[in-house]
């Protein structure tokens, strides 16, 4: 099968190598880490060699989201089993970036494409005791080279949508066969459980964590990233913030052309925009320019310095890669984007952690049952169109008690469902454990 997906992965690059090259020269993209994804030249763990016998976890997560995904597993790690040497791989630009400034004291690197002497290579270099992939990574080569090594395989805050699942039903006798070879998968829900079991997993390997986004998020607005960066931006205390996340394109300029409007009746009314993809951060910051309101910008701003901020803004542009979380908690009313363009949301748990007053729109097929979970309990809105976007948040401005009673409702939901790092780090802990009984080679 090696040789027959080579062939289609080869043709596939072929194929959108003309696009990449354009946003290569265009955007700066996929300029790096080209070795480790056609070569496996990955980045190997200090002072490994053959002889040691150390334990290695090999943590892969896509991009951004995926990489704060499994930054508690990580720390839990670095607490409970200090000797392990952790590896993080992503596939991104903005991934390697936000990896290499997260896990600066670990070994990180770009992952390997599927071909199958790239991944080969990569686990040689690697030579984990333990592979977790992060939410959904079914790659058949790189599953089959770390399978044949008898190293244990888990996915972790695994979810299935309704549409990848069809996807992978066209193709059922590859997906059974990947999904053979994995030993533990932790489900976000019951529901992605049964994807899994319906797509062919075995369902004792398949077990409902929950969603591991509950416990990453922050609730504690006095942390010190969070309080420095107000201090930074000279926030006081009747400042209200409206902080717009994880935007695509159109909803800056929906964004911009509603808090126009919104701050003719709300003067204190402060916006932030942050833009999903880093490509997209001067267009955005023309768009800002063209409202003729006073704004700040990031990237120009001296932060950490001792000089006093201008305080004078109304709208700040935050072009920064793996920041969000902290902007979130400077927040008193949210829209999460994604959500009104064709990207199926983004993540809505971080800022209803923080007890921002939420609202996102109909688009949120990526996080179905967290959208569920928050609407039941009353503690975010969902609209179904962007003609809703003023209203609902002049209406909460208008009405301080009505937003008080969400934001406490958003702080006990997001509180209530915590405890999915628990119970996916004592999986993974016995799949270690498992792995050092047997002692088997790491070699091939």
Request: glycine fraction near 8%.
């Amino acid at each position: 099968m090696a040789w027959l997906l080579n062939a289609i992965y080869g043709l596939l690059l072929i194929l959108v190598s003309p696009w990449i090259l354009w946003r290569r020269v265009a955007q700066g993209r996929y300029r790096r880490g080209w070795r480790a994804k056609l070569w496996g030249e990955v980045v190997r763990p200090p002072s490994l060699d053959s002889t040691d016998k150390a334990e290695v976890i090999w943590f892969h997560a896509v991009s951004v989201g995926e990489l704060q995904v499994i930054r508690p597993l990580i720390e839990v790690a670095q607490r409970e089993r200090p000797s392990t040497r952790i590896v993080i791989t992503t596939s991104t630009d903005s991934g390697y970036e936000l990896a290499c400034k997260l896990y600066a004291q670990h070994t990180v690197s770009f992952a390997p494409l599927d071909f199958s002497w790239a991944v080969q290579r990569a686990v040689d270099r690697i030579q984990p005791t333990l592979l977790v992939l992060a939410e959904l990574e079914l790659w058949p080569n790189w599953i089959n080279a770390v399978h044949c090594r008898g190293i244990p395989i888990a996915v972790i805050n695994a979810r299935l949508s309704a549409a990848s699942q069809k996807g992978y039903q066209r193709v059922g006798w590859i997906s059974r066969a990947i999904l053979y070879r994995i030993d533990w998968i932790g489900a976000q829900s019951e529901t992605y459980r049964q994807r899994f079991v319906e797509l062919g997993s075995d369902p004792e390997r398949v077990v409902v964590t929950g969603n591991i986004k509950f416990d990453g998020a922050s609730p504690d607005r006095s942390h010190p990233e969070v309080e420095r960066r107000r201090g930074e931006l000279g926030l006081c205390r009747e400042d209200i913030v409206w902080l717009c996340g994880s935007t695509q394109s159109p909803e800056e300029g929906l964004c911009l052309e509603v808090y126009g409007r919104l701050i003719q009746s709300h003067p204190n009314l402060k916006l932030m925009l942050v833009p999903r993809h880093a490509e997209r951060f001067d267009e955005v910051a023309a768009a800002i320019a063209s409202t003729g309101l006073p704004w700040l910008r990031r990237s120009q701003m001296t932060l950490g310095s001792d000089l006093p901020p201008n305080r004078d803004w109304k709208i700040f542009l935050a072009d920064s890669v793996g920041e969000l979380r902290w902007w979130w908690g400077l927040a008193e009313i949210g829209f999460v984007g994604g959500s009104f363009g064709s990207r199926g949301g983004q993540n809505m748990i971080e800022p209803c952690a923080y007890g921002v007053v939420t609202c996102f729109g109909p688009n949120t097929r990526n996080f179905v049952d967290v959208v569920q979970i928050l609407i039941e309990s009353q503690a975010a809105e969902q609209l179904t169109r962007p003609e809703e976007l003023a209203p609902w948040i002049d209406g909460m401005l208008s009405h301080p008690t009505d937003a008080m009673a969400m934001s406490k409702r958003a702080i006990e939901t997001v509180s209530s469902q915590r405890g999915a790092v628990h119970r996916t780090w004592s999986t993974l802990v016995k799949l270690l454990e498992s792995r050092s009984i047997h002692g088997q080679s790491l070699s091939p």
